[in-house]
């Protein structure tokens, strides 16, 4: 790691206290940094935070002693650490003593990526951020070796958590970049400082801080606040509110898109547009596109390209990666290799195979849209459909209206057996019984107040032999938002599948 003892001095606001030894080895390189002690490595930097339920300040005994670290940053003082956990003085090392740990880390972040000379690709969206980051970083591995945020390391924890880990053999950088606020992406922005900024929509998340669609289209492009003034923007050209944006620092963006009446309609300055699509259900999609970037010496070349993760918008996604691989030098071989090779991963509409059912496990993140997408999804199924919905959060002042809509979508999309979980999803329960009692296709509706009266219904179900909740041969939907800890279900149908 490319980062020294003096520039971290340098870069934290805070009163230094190295040992005589550091001091006479300022250039001294650690090997890395982390709020994790159980991370802490051999010559690494520990960030000692005091969180909700365990305080960082604890373990500064073990990773000095056990774990060899080279720096503490630390809010406490020794002789505080000292009174609050008996930790002895004497067994501290170099340490900088700031008021806030994670300001720190966010100022480590921004400073190591400034030693960076690799191009770093910065995503964010209402919609799709993840699935677009591991196509992109997919496709981009092709040529490259890629570092890529992991999990949901895509905010102001996360973002600089994940840029501290780029080492030297990285040679491009892929930072997933989520917010639900006004101010937040122009710190992550200033952090990461991307070269190419993807925007894959602007849609009906965090509505509770951010008020309307204009307000999440000003919050999402504080992207461009801090990147690369001559760096590249690439925006889904379908999107009404993406669309508007004609020119971010005297550059015009380019657009990803889809136009599957021949290319005729596709928005001018479209690098990639999508002009036929097969439909090849859960097996994903056979897509037909064109590519587009003379000064990349790609010239209207089309493409016929397997999409292996299923549903339309994973096409969509595909082509935001064929985007990002033309402006970082990939040749169309490479591009075409790349999206072909895209696998899923868990809680991300991940086919799961049991053995007397098929799930879905979207279980990561919901929203309305990502909610009624996944539920198309499901209907691409053969044969009976089930879905298990649970809370959406940060909907803001409309969250009833947006639950009912969704019950009402999946009612109304002939979805067999309808299970809504928590308070809020009562509004999904109520507009999906309306329209049963409309005359409805769905077999069962049903409404459990937690995430564990669901389980208990589903473990009886499946123990007593009944198996009328998710008879043998259904194909399951699992989402609702991460609070929701929707994992659990799926390791429970899991359990129950051995």
Known sequence: MNFTLEDIAK????????????????????????????????????????????????????????????????????EEVEKEFGTSVS??????????????????????REKLAIPVVGITGSVGKTSTKEFIAGVLSQKYSVLWTQGNYNNEIGVPLTLLKIREEHEVAVIEMGISDFGEMTRLSEMAQPDIAVITNIGQCHLENLGTRDGI????T?????????????LFGCDDKLITVSDVHGHKPYFFSEDLNGGANAPANSAVTIIACEDKKLLGS???????MPDKGINNVNITVNVPLPGHHMVINAAAAANVAMLLDLSVNEIVTGIEAMKPISGRNNIVKLQDMLMIDDCYNANPVSMKSSIDLLGLADGCTAVILGDMFELGTDEAALHASVGQYAAEKGIDYIYCVGA??????????????????????????TRDNLIAGIREDFESGRREMLPIGVNVLVKASHGMHFEEVVKLLTELEK
Request: charged share 30%; with cysteine.
């Open 424 to 449: 809020l999803s009562k509004n999904m329960y109520d507009a999906a019984k309306e329209v049963f009692e409309k005359g409805g296709k769905s077999t069962q509706i049903m409404y459990f107040d």
């Open 286 to 292: 056979r897509a037909e596109m064109v590519l587009n």
């Open 222 to 234: 504080e992207i461009f606040k801090h990147m690369n003034p001559n760096g590249n923007v690439c």
């Open 91 to 112: 067994s501290w090392g170099s340490y900088i003593l700031v008021k806030d740990s994670l300001i720190a880390l966010k100022q480590l972040g921004k400073a190591y």
């Open 11 to 78: 870069a934290v606001e805070g009163t230094v206290f190295y040992t005589d030894a550091d001091k006479a080895d300022m250039k001294a390189c650690v090997t890395g940094v982390v709020l994790d002690s159980r991370l802490v490595t051999e010559g690494g930097v520990f960030i000692a935070q005091k969180g909700e339920r365990v305080d960082g300040h604890s373990y500064i005994k073990q990773v000095f002693e056990d774990k060899k670290a080279r720096l503490v940053i630390t809010e406490k003082t020794p």
């Open 217 to 220: 289209l000003k919050a999402k």
